[in-house]
């Protein structure tokens, strides 16, 4: 031992010369690190001195630019090429005073639009010739300025511009770049170099001179960096010394930390290889003093560092471990006790070696004793497998079924030394068990088809099919368990269907769809399938239970009778769409017809001549009215037709119905009468309706009649919440055959053929009249006598008015509005029309207003945009090619006309005369609406009111 | 002798090629349609007043066209955009002066440029025929003879109708906005000579130069004038620069403009809002509005309808002095030139002078013109006008 070395004289030895080595490398790289440092800091010093050059330079050239193209569009230069007689008293002075750079001899000239020198100074014999034509081009036919720097100087020419046009040229010349680069200051020098090695510009002028050449200089002692700009070299430099001047004093302070460093990791390696080995040798002092004094809990000796902490904590482990071996018996005894199972261990001459309380609960509480156990458990009579289920009662008649399980116990050495019994209480099991085989049972005979699939497994398939299953399906339980039941689904089955089931399935949902299955004989069948999420107690889904029922028979029966539905209903509306253009392509030619015969009784005529327009146009108004029968007819057929209820004046209603039956009847000196009482005048109901049955009435009371009379008879009746209005209507006319009177509310019913034949008409107006008096909760009857006349009585149901009646009813509009508030202005007027016809029409009528005519909403909307004057009014067609009125109005109420036509009087103008067609255009944000066709008055009424109303607001 | 003989016949031979080719040469020309110019800003500052005159010129050469041409031959237009720069329109003028089929040039709204176009045109021979351009200079110039025709304003005489207007509406002190050129200065000359004459006196004298666009300066040199309206000598983009100056005074004089505004598209460049708050007189010497039973009148106005906009309203045609003034010279030139029944210059100017009536759109003009009086319209056919709502100009009620 004693030839060994010391711990510190070991480490010693091994740590100096290793620290020499690292103290030179460490030393060298510190001194080159500096330098190197230092070069790239002048590099990039030099380096931002020449793009700072290179900005200047970019930024003095934009800058003399910019103000070339400021002084160029100076207003007194440009008034200067149009004032060509004056300009020489202050063009001259302008260019004269005019001074962009600090060199006083720059030149400038001005040019005319094809590049004529106009004004100048210091131009001829200074500016290179060859710039003279290099400019025109790019100046005066594109209009952009024209840049040029050089070895013999810079260039530049921008264009005089008028209304986007070059209409002349200012161009600008210095003889070097040395005018416009401004000086930055830095102790560095800087120059620019031409091509030829000529020096443009430099920052210290008077060491290095411009016009020198740059090759010539002596530049051996100088830290010289230099850039290209464009074709010109750049270069930075300063001496050497001046350079490097910043890092000398770095190198007596570099040097004493150099040695410090040395001085300090000698004492360091000395002072840890003492401390080393004093502390290992104390360690050692320490474990000595601790295992002699055996259970060593005494002395708590705290170690300097880390490690000897470590190798302590050790040996003290180890010794607290040995103690805690003797604790674990006890444990063992708790823990068996606590077990719920029945644990007894008996050695090989059955005697209990070791029992836990729940063997003891079990003896008390079931009246057992050891023997009987080991009689019937560990050697039964008959023993069938190594688990044995056993029954026990209490006094009180509950039952235990216990599980016992035998294990043999075996000695280190394998041998066997006894039997270990464990009993497991599986009472609560063995009634589930039960619970499950009835239900179980129970399912598998219901009638109807019940599966289960577990969606938890891949596939989702079949765990459960019952009886009822296998008889719908064809399938056998064998076939169909551990698949998915997507094998009942094929070809015709609807894919929403199927999705239906899917999404229920991954939402946990229940669903109850009739889908199409295929059985396993391919045959199909409706499938009426109920599916209901089985949840677990936490919530999730893992089963879905799926109840089928075979429903074909109903499925078929219900689509049948869909399909038959669908098939009437689109018959009719194809018939009564159909009806409904046909209305409209018929009646944009009666309107023309009308408006133009209108025309023409304005026009020079003789008497025949005007007797012959105005019964062409009681033929075009009859038609009109026969179009409008069968229209009624068609909304009839089509369950369109409906009635409103608003306010208005029974009395009103009546007499102006009958007056102007009254004069139709007097030109056949028959007198139409009116008798009535009513209990209220103020009434609420469908006055459109109204007017429209008596109308008929009466106008077949007139027609059928060619003398005698005709009267009409109306009261009004009060019930408790509405009103009765019975009318009757008697002529004394041709009268109805007793045998025609049933079929004389029919469809297309007149008394015979010879009748139409004679008076005209469809044969509707009646059949009308009764649906619209059916609607209004009332009937209609008829006597007759044939050549003595007929009365034709009705009643409806009318009901209270909604507001009170206002103090004062005008009937008609005063007739005074039709002329316009400001005299003699014209208001101008937008026509919307595709229809030749009606547009001549409509601007005849205005022949007192300034009319422009569009033929669609689309133009309708670029006129207003395009238009310089302001329109007053719009009268505005529904239908028509490209953009029909509806979508036009809409589109101007938006502002997309501009917002001064938001509000203006819009009046549509249309053929279609259905009702409903009203509200439709006040929807669309028209103001008014005039039916096809129109006449003189009704327009010119309705232009004039708007505009009126228009100028008021 | 044979050589001699020799040389003859070839003489002979070549005189009779040289007389067949200058025959067809001839023939060649007579075949080609007349050309009248138009010189005029196509794209510049007065497009619309270019535009007016050029459909006026066309209104008028269809209905030539239509009877037969001048001389049996047919006429076109053929246009020359100077866009109001006088070294442009002396390059038209050279670029005219070369073609053989040439009958006059029709000028533009510019009085700098006519001005600067003076010596070419003489020098070359050409008629110049003024449908706009107002500077007395250019018809009282001192070339002699004088190929200058004018139907248009004479600013000596617009002065004249501008002051009177002034002196109705009891206007006693006026400012001046004149525009830096030969049309600026001689309008100042003719209303320094007739202001006293009205009772007015000119209180300030501002300039402005074209492309100008800032006036507050001089504007409120003006308001401190005490003047009591603005007289205004501008076209359309310096104009929208005063009114759009003027607009932010707290009280806005009355404007009482040369028509230089009517040149181009002014009510819309200063939209009709600030339009409106302003009270403008501006000079004009027709309007389709004024006599519109008149059968030339409603005859024209028909065919501009038809050839150019269906839309257009008796008041909403831009420029429409410049329409009428052209429409009137092209009818006198072809009437003058089929009466000296040939295109050369002076024989065309001399017929010009000795037209003894002719009636036009605007009047009836007996005679047109005379050897001493190259302009045709004087103070009694100028009236002042104003925007309506609209901004289209109508006649001013109340004074005229």
């Known amino acids: 031992m004693s030839r060994l070395p010391s711990l510190r004289q070991y480490l010693q030895r091994i740590m100096l010369p290793k620290l020499a080595v690292i103290l030179v490398a460490i030393t060298l790289i510190i001194f080159s690190a500096v330098f190197l440092t230092a070069n790239r800091h002048i590099g990039e010093v030099h380096k931002g001195y020449l793009t700072d050059l290179k900005d200047s330079i970019e930024q003095s050239i934009e800058l003399t630019r910019s103000e070339l193209i400021t002084i160029a569009n100076n207003d007194l230069l440009v008034n200067g090429l149009i004032d060509m007689d004056y300009q020489q008293y202050y063009l001259p002075l302008f260019i004269q005073s005019t001074q962009i750079t600090e060199d006083r001899n720059l030149s400038l000239a001005l040019f005319n639009f094809a590049g004529d020198k106009l004004l100048f100074k210091n131009w001829d014999d200074r500016v290179p010739v060859h710039y003279l034509n290099a400019w025109q081009t790019q100046v005066l036919s ?195 006790n606590s077990m719920e199972e029945i644990l007894v261990v008996v050695n090989n001459d059955d005697q209990i070696i070791l029992s836990n309380s729940a063997f003891t609960h079990f003896t008390e509480h079931y009246e057992q004793t050891f023997d009987d156990i080991l009689k019937n458990v560990l050697h039964p009579a008959v023993r069938t497998a190594k688990k044995l289920q056993l029954s026990y009662q209490k006094g009180t008649g509950e039952q235990l079924h216990v599980s016992w399980n035998t294990s043999p116990m075996l000695n280190d050495e394998g041998e066997f030394i006894g039997h270990i019994l464990v009993g497991e209480n599986i009472t609560q099991r063995v009634i589930l068990e039960k619970d499950v085989l009835i239900r179980t049972r129970a399912m598998n005979e219901a009638t109807v088809s019940i599966v289960i699939s577990d969606i938890n497994q891949p596939g989702n398939p079949l765990i459960y099919v019952n009886t009822a299953f296998e008889k719908l399906t064809g399938y056998s339980k064998t076939e169909v368990l551990g698949k998915n039941c997507r094998f009942l689904q094929g070809p015709n089955t609807a894919p929403e269907h199927i999705q239906q089931i899917s999404d229920a399935i991954n939402t946990g949902q229940g669903v109850e769809i009739t889908l199409l299955n295929y059985r396993k004989d391919g045959s199909e069948f409706y499938n009426k399938l109920t599916l209901s999420p089985i949840q677990q107690r936490d919530g999730s889904v893992s089963h879905f239970i799926g109840i089928q029922q075979d429903v074909t028979l109903q499925e078929q029966t219900s689509r049948y009778l869909e399909e038959a539905k669908l098939r009437a209903e689109e ?94 009847g007097a030109t056949k000196d028959i007198p139409v009468t009116l008798t009535c009482s009513l209990s209220e005048q103020w009434v609420s109901g469908d006055t459109v309706r109204i007017r429209q049955i008596l109308s008929n009435l009466l106008s077949n009371a007139v027609k059928f009649t060619s003398q005698g009379k005709v009267t009409v008879q109306a009261t009004l009746v009060r019930a408790e919440d509405h009103f009765t209005l019975k009318c009757e209507v008697s002529d004394t006319g041709i009268g109805i055959e007793a045998s025609q009177l049933d079929n004389i509310f029919s469809l297309f019913s ?100 300034r ?34 009125g509806y979508e036009a109005t809409r589109r101007i109420r938006s502002g997309e006309a501009g917002d001064s036509y938001q509000n203006v009087p819009i009046i549509a103008l249309t053929a279609n005369a259905m009702k409903g067609d009203r509200d439709t255009c006040i929807a669309a944000g028209m103001n008014d609406y005039i039916s096809k066709p129109f006449n003189e008055s009704e327009l010119r009424h309705k232009v004039w009111q708007w505009y009126n109303i228009a100028q008021v607001d | 002798m044979r050589y001699q003989q020799l040389l003859v016949n070839t003489a002979a031979t070549f005189v009779t090629m040289l007389v067949v080719m200058l025959c067809s040469a001839k023939l060649v020309i007579a075949s080609q349609p007349i050309v009248i110019g138009l010189d005029a800003d196509m794209s510049s500052v007065a497009v619309e007043g270019g535009q007016a005159i050029k459909r006026g010129a066309l209104l008028a050469i269809d209905e030539i066209n239509a009877r037969g041409g001048i001389l049996n031959r047919q006429v076109v237009l053929e246009i020359s955009d100077h866009r109001g720069n006088p070294a442009r329109g002396i390059k038209n003028i050279e670029a005219y002066a070369k073609n053989p089929n040439l009958l006059a040039v029709l000028g533009g709204v510019h009085t700098p440029v006519a001005l600067a176009e003076l010596p070419y045109i003489h020098k070359h021979q050409l008629i110049y025929l003024g449908p706009w351009a107002a500077g007395t200079s250019i018809i009282d110039n001192d070339y002699s ?122 009510a819309a460049r200063i939209g009709l809002s600030t339009l409106n708050q302003l009270d403008f007189a501006v000079l004009q010497t027709f309007s389709f509005e004024r006599n519109p039973q008149d059968e030339i009148n409603q005859r024209v106005f028909n065919a501009y309808r038809n050839r150019f906009d269906t839309n257009a309203q008796r008041d909403s045609i831009l420029g429409v002095v ?53 302009d045709a319209l004087f103070a009694d056919d100028y009236f002042m006008s104003r925007f309506n709502a609209l901004g289209h100009l109508e006649p001013y009620p109340e004074v005229n």
Request: proline share 3%.
């Open chain 1, 851 to 884: 009319v422009m005519v569009t033929a669609n909403g689309q133009e309708a909307i670029d006129a207003l945009k395009g238009a310089k004057a302001q329109f007053d009014l719009i009268l505005m067609d529904c239908q028509m090619p490209v953009m029909d």
């Open chain 1, 571 to 664: 018959s009719t509306q194809l018939k009564s769409r159909f009806l409904a253009s046909m209305s409209h392509e018929i009646r944009t030619p009666i309107n023309g017809i009308y408006g133009m015969l209108g025309l023409l009784t304005n026009g020079k005529l003789d008497e025949s001549q005007q007797n012959y327009v105005r019964m062409a146009r009681q033929s075009t108004k009859d038609l009109l009215h026969i179009i409008n029968d069968i229209l009624d007819f068609s909304k009839i057929e089509a369950g369109k037709l409906t009635v409103e209820r608003h306010d208005f004046n029974l009395m009103d209603l009546l007499n102006e119905t009958i007056e102007h039956y009254a004069f139709e």
């Open chain 2, 322 to 374: 410049g329409l009428a003034h052209a429409y009137d010279l092209i009818h006198i030139i072809a009437k003058a030139a089929e009466q000296a029944g040939t295109l050369d210059a002076n024989a065309v100017k001399a017929a010009m002078e000795n037209l003894s009536e002719h009636q036009g759109l605007i009047k009836q003009y007996i005679p047109p013109f005379t050897p001493t009086r190259h």
């Open chain 2, 145 to 266: 003879p004088n190929f200058v025709f004018r139907i248009s304003v004479r600013d000596a005489e617009a002065a004249k109708v501008m002051l009177r207007h002034a002196a109705a509406r009891g206007i006693s002190r006026i400012a001046l906005a004149l525009e830096r050129t030969g049309w600026g200065r001689s309008n100042l000359a003719s209303l320094q000579q007739h202001s006293e004459a009205y009772g007015i006196s000119i209180v300030s004298v501002q300039w402005i130069n074209w492309r100008q666009q800032d006036f507050q300066q001089e504007m409120r040199a003006i308001a401190q004038s005490d003047a009591q309206a603005l007289f205004m000598v501008v076209n359309a983009p310096e104009g929208v620069v005063i009114a759009n100056t003027m607009v932010q005074l707290e009280k806005p004089l009355p404007m009482i403009s040369h028509w230089g505004i009517a040149g181009g598209d002014f």
């Open chain 1, 750 to 849: 007149q008394e015979d053929e010879s009748t139409t034949r004679q008076f005209g008409g469809t044969g509707l107006g009646l059949a009308i009249s009764k649906q619209l008096i059916q609607l209004m909760g009332g009937d209609i009857h008829v006597t007759s006598t044939k050549g003595k006349g007929s009365t034709f009585s009705f009643s409806v149901l009318l009901y209270p008015a909604l507001k009170d009646a206002p103090a004062q009813y005008t009937g008609a509009q005063s007739q005074s509005a039709d002329s316009f508030a400001t005299g003699s202005y014209k208001p101008l007027v937008l026509l919307v029309e595709d229809n030749t016809i009606n547009q001549v029409v409509a601007r005849e009528h205005l022949n007192d207003c």
């Open chain 1, 142 to 336: 594109n209009a952009e300025s024209y840049t040029s720097v050089n070895e013999d100087g810079v260039f530049i020419v921008a264009p005089v511009m008028i209304n986007g046009m070059a209409e002349g040229a200012l161009a600008f010349y210095v003889d070097s770049l040395h005018w416009i680069v401004s000086n930055r200051p830095n102790v560095a020098t800087q120059l620019i170099v031409g091509e030829q090695g000529k020096v443009l510009y430099s920052s210290h002028p008077k060491q290095y001179p411009v016009g020198t050449n740059y090759y010539s200089l002596d530049l051996n002692t100088q830290y010289t960096a230099s850039a290209q700009w464009d074709k010109f070299l750049l270069v930075s430099f300063e001496p050497f010394i001046n350079a490097y001047n910043n890092i000398f004093w770095l190198i007596p302070i570099l040097t004493l930390a150099v040695i410090s460093i040395i001085l300090t990791s000698l004492y360091s390696v000395r002072a840890a290889a003492n401390l080393s080995s004093l502390t290992l040798q104390r360690l050692h002092e320490n474990l000595e003093h601790q295992i002699d004094s055996s259970q060593g809990r005494s002395e708590k000796a705290q170690e300097p560092t880390l490690e000897m902490s470590q190798i302590r904590y050790a040996f003290e482990q180890l010794i607290e471990s040995v103690n805690d071996l003797s604790l674990s018996n006890n444990r063992f005894r708790n823990i068996t």
